[in-house]
């Protein structure tokens, strides 16, 4: 039996305070989305017309390089009810904003602290490893964040997207 | 099996005997579970035929008829129901069984007819439509005879008769009995044709005198041409009449019953008992009618199978199924692509182009669409995925049929359309054609097709930003392209010296940005005069200050101007002080009207600030209302996005009134509850209760009759909006018309025509809160010395459940 576009991924997060079961039992009683892979151009407004197609949004907070504070490809999307924020997950996910595919998956509730990356850099962890260039998301990694985290490459699997 | 059972020890006695029971339980279960797959599974595609596979069942069934009996007729009722497509199948299946077990077959019969009078008291339409047809197919089984098929057809026509009842009620019936006919109509033709021919003139002589008032209200486009809208009883009448002219020679519905002709015609029928439709109460609600959405034919497709024509029967089969099949998989978009483009019959039609059809169809179903729009819009997408070779090519076509259709297309499925466009775009990089449509740059902005072009840019814009959509756009469409989104600020203008505020302004902002408190800015404020604009003095709020408010409202959130984050944390910060200016409706609309001047540029930020403002109570319902139709929101009124703020606040009052009304009928049931139980809890029968009713859960009399208050608050206010609302529309285009025919011009220009639509698109997007309201508005607003067009639109609504 395949996924359903409602399932929890098999992304938990490492910072969460609580057990694995709480954490699920958040996730799956969550109205609050992460949303990944966006160029860090996207703005507020573009994430809300699109979002707002599928409910009414709560509230949007912007992902934030740690250091720079500026967005830096993620953010999070909170609604009022369940069912709106299972209509993203249903049919925003795996779909286009600002021409890239973004990522939606299921987030136990912002904290204060969590918009920030956890990248040693400031930015996501993600970034820290990617090889490839891509022009939404800073271009190259720099060659010093690189070589600084690949001694960390079994924590890949439990980066996001 | 006998002896080993009898073994058994005195220790473990009760433990073995429970244990075998338990392995009896679960091979029971394992069975059914089995069972229930294999009939589950009959109809589904494999190596070996439809025939062989039923037949390998019927043999497996046989044996199990005497254990499984229940299990096995509740299977088969509920593939009855939730397999439509599958019909011929199953009674294909009921036949043979029937042939072998007469009895079973006649305990079936008593199965499903439960099944069917139960739907249609609880209401569940489909079910009881598709529990007929299968019912109706059973004749061709020889399970049921044709006599008592035809009895219970009559008296489902009998309710064509009555006459108390709303019409949508009498029309299901019909609606119900007609969509049988593809499958049984065949067999009543030979077998009891001037039965079938009175059926028949009866239904026809109810089609012809029903009322169609509503078909007006729920056509996609005004005109006829090139396919006309047709209301779908209609429809299906013309497309039985086809059929019948054809002899009932159905050749799209497979029948696999027609290789056991020979087993089944030895079989014994059953006849149906005599049922009785329930009778009409209050509190049943049936089936809107619907128009039947066509926008291509034959000709639109290109060499390779025939569309079928409007008026054949296998067109309404396709529909039907492809519809069933969007209902099944709505939830998961790549699986619901994925069935479309595997329909069992593709390779008879043009595929795509039916898929595409039913889905426009949904999306610009009248009055609101079963879905929210973003699920056509990501089906679509997937089914691009899928066949990208050539569906993206089907659905440019189809976008260019609705934009030369556009002049005719109703105003709230324009809306739609510009929703779906823009969206569409933003996930194929925005890549179209433009050029080919510059025909339309010769036409009034305010015409139906440049005014489409405009809006989806403004919505385009909204997922993108303003260079990429310049850059996408020939330099030709420079006209319609939006302005940059900026806010419009004239305190730090050219023209800030010479107007009143500009200094308190300046103070105002160094003191915000110092993080000074909402008092400290109320202060400030105090040095600004009275700009006495108002001669009413005595009439409005003393604290009503336009000077002020203008002042503050703009400084704030141009120094929030950055995001929409910004703007809200400002609004919240400053709460208090909105509150202070903002006592009156006057004061209220004055905050919007200097949003509006600060922000007429971004119309995005100006829905989010006035859905902020409504959220955290600075500004009522009525007031938006009342800004809206303002004279200084003239020059807005026939842009997309001020009904998008209307909407959104009708919305929120609906959303209030409906959770308060829920939260009354839960807190009544826990009353009623909780008195009932007060009297039994002595009796302990169950040893474990789901959710004790702590004394905390329980309301009081006090608590229910607050609650009931603040219901009957909520209505009033509804009421009022409503009210507002349609009396202000009704102003304005009776003073058109007025002038239309004091200056002698037509009437029926474009300004005219949106504004109509927009009226018309407040009664059906909100068409069931409306519909409390009828009777009052029926006697206060829509009363018979109205011009008829405006009255028009209200009859329509009226006509939509009645």
Known sequence: MSAGSIDLSSYRDQHFKGSRAEQERSLRESTTLYVGNLSFYTTEEQIHELFSRC???????????????????????????????????????????????????????????????????????????????????????????FSKNIVHKEDACHRRC | MMNRRRQHDGDDDGYEHRNRKRRRVSENQEIEDRLESLILRVGERSTSSVESNLEGLVSVLEADLGTFRLKILRILSECAVKMPEKCTIYTTLVGLLNAKNYKFGGEFVDHMVKTFKESLKLCRWDAARYSLRFLADLVNCHVISATSLLQLLDTMIDVSNEDTVPQVRR???????LSTLPWVGRDLYEKKESSLESLLLRIEVYLNKRSKKHHN????????????????????????????????????????????????????????????????????????????????????????????????????????????????????????????????????????????EVIFAELFHMPTPRYIDIVYGSILIELCKLHPATLPQVLAQATEILFMRIDSMNTSCFDRFVNWFSYHLSNFKFTWSWEEWDSCLLLDTEHPRPKFIQEVLQKCLRLSYHQRITEMMPETYAKLLPVPSQPNYK?????????????????????????????EVINILKELPNSGENSDQEMSDSSFNPLKIDVFVQTLLNLGSKSFSHSFAAVSKFHLVFKALAESEEAQICILHNVFELWQNHQQMMV?????????????????????????????????????????????????????????????????KADSSSSDSEDEAAPKRKKPVTVVDKPTEEMVERMEEKLEAANVDQKRLFLIVFQRFIMILSEHLVRSDTDGRDPDTDWYRWTVGRLQQVFLMHHEQVQKYSGTLETLLFTSDLDSHILEVFHQFVALRA
């Not at chain 2, 029309?171 to 009995?177: I, K, L, P, R, S």
């Not at chain 2, 047709?230 to 039985?240: G, M, P, R, S, T």
């Open chain 2, 217 to 356: 209200a729920l056509r996609v486009w005004s005109v006829d041409a090139p396919h006309p809208q047709e209301e779908y009883l209609d429809c299906l009448w013309a497309q039985i009449r086809k059929l019948r002219q054809d002899n009932w020679a159905e050749k799209h519905i497979p029948r696999p019953y027609l290789a056991f002709d020979s087993i089944l015609c030895e079989a014994l029928q059953h006849n149906l008992p005599q049922i009785v439709p329930p009778a009409h109460h209050e509190s049943y609600e049936y089936p809107m009618p619907s128009v039947v959405y066509r926008m291509f034919d034959y000709t639109d497709c290109p060499d390779g199978p025939n569309l079928p024509g409007a008026h054949s029967i296998e067109r309404f089969l396709i529909e039907e199924h492809l519809h069933h099949i969007i209902e099944m998989h709505h939830l998961e978009r790549k699986d619901c692509a994925a069935q479309l483009l595997d329909f069992p019959y593709k390779s008879k039609i043009p595929l795509e182009y039916c898929i595409v």
């Open chain 2, 491 to 519: 305190y730090a203008s050219e023209e800030a010296g010479s107007l009143t505020g500009t200094q308190v302004a300046h103070q105002l902002v160094v003191a915000i940005r110092q993080k000074c408190s909402p008092e």
């Open chain 2, 608 to 672: 989010v600030i006035i859905d902020k403002l409504l959220k955290i109570q600075i500004v009522d319902c009525s007031a938006v209302a009342t800004w809206i139709f303002s004279k200084e929101m003239t020059g807005e009124f026939t842009k997309m996005y001020l009904w998008e703020i209307l909407h959104l606040t009708i919305k929120k009052m609906n959303k209030h009134v409906i959770k308060l009304s829920n939260e009354l009928n839960d807190a009544k049931e826990k009353f009623a």
């Open chain 1, 55 to 145: 409910g009414e949004v709560r509230r949007i907070v912007m992902g934030l390089d740690k250091y720079k504070k500026t967005p830096c490809g993620f953010c999070f999307v909170e609604y009022y009810t369940r069912p709106e924020a299972e209509n993203a997950m249903r049919y925003v996910n795996g779909t286009r904003l600002d021409d890239r595919l973004i990522r939606v998956d299921w987030d136990a509730g912002f904290i204060e602290g969590r918009q920030y990356g956890r990248g040693k850099t400031g930015g996501q962890v993600r970034d820290e490893y990617r090889t490839d260039y891509d022009a939404g998301r800073g271009g190259y990694v720099t060659l010093m964040a």
């Open chain 2, 171 to 177: 029309d299901w019936y019909v609606f119900a009995v």
